[in-house]
Every structure is written in C-alpha cells, then in structure tokens.
C-alpha cells in the first residue's frame, strides 16, 4: 500500500462519515434534495451579514495596491489590531495587536498552537464528548491525545481531570460553546479549571497551556454570555474563526489570541508565527483579513438559529428524546435510544434522517444532529422522527 499504515487506520476509523456522505447523496438522487434530512455536517447554510458583501464590494471597486501579497506571516497588523481592540474591550487586559495572529481558520489555528507547543509524547487533554478533528490534530504534532470524562450533563468533572494531568500534561483544549453538546463553560466553571491548573503546574513544575476553540462565541441564545478564557486561565490561547459567526467556512479566516499574561509569552508569539509558516499556510487568506478587520463586532442572525433549536428540541423532547437544551452552537446531542448508536444511526437512516453517532464524538450511546441546514427540511423531517420513534416503541 503506498499510502501510511497510520494514514490508513485514521480513513478506517473515520469511514462513517464517508459513508454518511455517500448516503445522503444517494438518497437525495432517490428522493430529492428536499425529502432527505441530512443532519450530519457542520455547514452553515445561513448567508454571511450584509456588512460583509458591503465591504467586499467597496475592495472590489477600489482595489488596495499590492492587496494580493504575502504579508507579514501573523497578518496584517490593521486586522490583528481590530481583533485586539475587542478582546481588550471585553476583558480590560492589555491587548494588541502583537497578542493575535491571522490563520486559515479555527483548524488551522489549532494546528499552529499544538506545533508550536508539543515535544513527541506531550499529552493533550479533550473532553468528551470532543471535535473529532482534535485526535488528528494532536496526532500531527507527535502528541497523545489524552481522552477525559465529562459530568452526565457534559460539564468539566475537574476530579476526572485531575486524575488525566500528569508531567507530561502540556495543553488541555477546551470548547464552548461545545460542538456537538452545546454547552457552555460558566465562569465558576474556568476558574476552577484554572485553579486546578495552578495546582498541577506547581505540584509537577509543568507548564500546561489551555487552548479555547470558540468559533461558536457569538452563537449563544437566550442571553448567556461567553465569558472570557482570559480573565480565568493564565496560560490560555483563544482559537477561533469567522466559520461560524460570518458564515465563512469556505473562506479559512481566523484567529489565535494569547493572554499577555502567558508564560514565556513573546517566545510563544515567536513560535506561533514560524508554526504559521512552515505548515505551509504562510499567512491567512489577505482579501478575507482586509475584509473581517470591519466585522469584529458582526454576526449572522441567531434568530433563526434558536428557532431551528427549538423547533427541533419541542418536537424530539415530545418524543421522549432525551437531551440538554444547548445554551450555543447549533447542534444537539440526545441520548441514543438503542444502546448502539451506530444501530440507531442506521435506523434513522431508513427514514431518510441522516445523524452522526456518538462515537464519532468519543461519546457512544448518543447522537449529533447538526440544525444548520434550511428551516423547512427541518420542519418536513418532524414526521419522520415521529414515525422512528413510534417504531422504536418510544
Ligand atoms: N473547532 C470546532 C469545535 C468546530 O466545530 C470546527 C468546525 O466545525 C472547527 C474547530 C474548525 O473550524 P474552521 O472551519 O474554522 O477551521
């Protein structure tokens, strides 16, 4: 075989997405587009804000000279500085632009950080139930991907996590909003989290990094607020992107921010902007920098997402699924009411609702379902769910 052994055994162990996706094209070929229920990806079908194809139009029509270029690696320092300006806003610390560092999206950020960060063998704590894409991640920089427990509501269990920090504990990455529970992290929550840290960090004289996915901040309903990694965890680096709160996916923009306060801070900056480089991105896309450096305060309409939740949270709760309502993100995470998710997955299937399992998530024995797709599949997907959970004598 001319590919990787280990490249082989992560396809292997990842095929039931290939396969999903397979599906919903074959069932969607069958039926057509508006009879399958695809709920499997993460792929907002909402249009980015208006603002955003103002601004593209005025660069269009009045083209910056040498817009196209290669630029500093950490990008442009009017964008970073934007982005500074914000979380300095938000958190009363002393941030600029010499904190941020401009990359191809959250994947990309999270890839930057763990180069920058691991010796082979270094440990990278999740929590489940986690983005499936963190194993790989870690996989790439030579770290082990230490997998950790969640309370029943997927909450940090900070004795789980005190039990998985060892010396050889270098970050612990963490999401909130979470894909694919929904949860959000309190306040109470990180301090504790960074108490603990403090504690192991003296106890093993160790220097463990959190790294924050946030490309869900802004997508929270019903008033809760996000509260800042900054204000809780000394060592911490914020990695986001525009995928979610512009509805910009395809377009790879994003960022990393570190605490000014972080151990070793301007060897870290130093770090991240070499790890920029030489995984090959250079910098991120410069029409996307020029363009995001006015949209720091913008986000697409959360309306319409909290009215796909609830739709779909009323109709599965009316059911007997059994769920967390998400306070973020767009997606759900129910009990699998078969103890195989994976068979539950297949049966769903027959009624043309397409799901990801559990165990896609290092969780079995539930399900995701990603709401991002357009209201009216959701609102025609509602009689089959009832029609699978009458099946499934619910
Ligand atoms: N982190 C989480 C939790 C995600 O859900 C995603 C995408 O779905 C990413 C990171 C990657 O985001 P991006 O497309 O900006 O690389």
Redesign the pocket.
């Known amino acids: 075989m001319a590919i990787s052994k280990k490249v082989e055994k992560f396809l292997a162990g990842a095929s039931f997405i290939r396969k999903m996706f397979e599906e919903g094209e074959r069932l969607r070929a069958i039926y057509g587009a508006d009879k399958v229920f695809d709920f499997t990806i993460?792929n907002p079908n909402v249009e980015p804000p208006e603002k955003f194809r103002e601004e593209l139009k005025k660069l269009a029509l009045n083209p910056v000279p040498g817009m196209h270029r290669y630029m500093s690696n950490a990008g442009y320092t009017e964008t970073r500085s934007a982005v500074a300006e914000v979380l300095k806003e938000e958190t009363g610390l002393p941030f600029g632009p010499e904190f941020v560092v401009m990359t191809?999206?959250?994947?990309?950020?999270?890839n930057v950080v763990l180069k920058t960060l691991l010796d082979p063998e270094d440990e990278v704590i999740v929590l489940k139930p986690y983005?499936v894409?963190y194993r790989f991640y870690v996989d790439n920089h030579g770290g082990k991907t230490v997998e950790v427990s969640t309370t029943p509501e997927f909450r940090p269990d900070l004795e789980a996590l005190s039990r998985a920090i060892t010396p050889r504990t270098k970050a612990i990455i963490i999401?909130s909003p979470?894909?694919p529970t929904g949860v959000v992290y309190s306040a109470g929550e990180l301090e504790a989290l960074g108490k603990l840290i403090k504690q192991k960090e003296s106890e093993y004289n160790s220097d463990i990094y959190v790294i924050s996915?946030e490309?869900?901040a802004k997508i929270v309903y019903d008033g809760i607020k996000v509260p800042s990694v900054f204000l809780y965890l000394d060592n911490s680096l914020v990695v986001?992107?525009?995928?979610?709160d512009l509805a910009l996916?395809g377009e790879?923009i994003?960022y990393i921010a570190a605490s000014p306060g972080a151990k070793d801070i301007e060897l870290l900056m130093e770090g991240l902007v070499f790890a920029n480089r030489t995984l090959g991105f250079v910098n991120a896309p410069a029409l996307m920098q020029r363009l995001v450096a006015g949209l720091q305060r913008e986000s697409v309409d959360l309306e319409e997402y909290r009215e796909k939740r609830d739709i779909l949270y009323n109709h599965l709760t009316s059911l007997g699924f059994e769920m967390n309502k998400p306070d973020g993100?767009f997606y759900l995470f129910p009990k699998s009411p078969l103890p195989d998710d994976g068979e539950f997955v297949r049966k769903a299937q027959e009624h043309n609702i397409l799901l990801v399992p559990g165990a896609g998530f290092g969780l079995p024995g539930y399900f995701r379902i990603a709401y991002c797709i357009d209201k009216q599949i959701i609102i025609n997907s509602l009689p089959s769910f009832t029609r699978l959970a009458e099946e499934l004598d619910m």
């Open positions: 993460g191809t999206g959250a994947g990309g950020a999270i983005f894409e999401n979470n894909n996915d490309p869900y986001t992107s525009h995928s979610k996916p790879r994003g993100a």
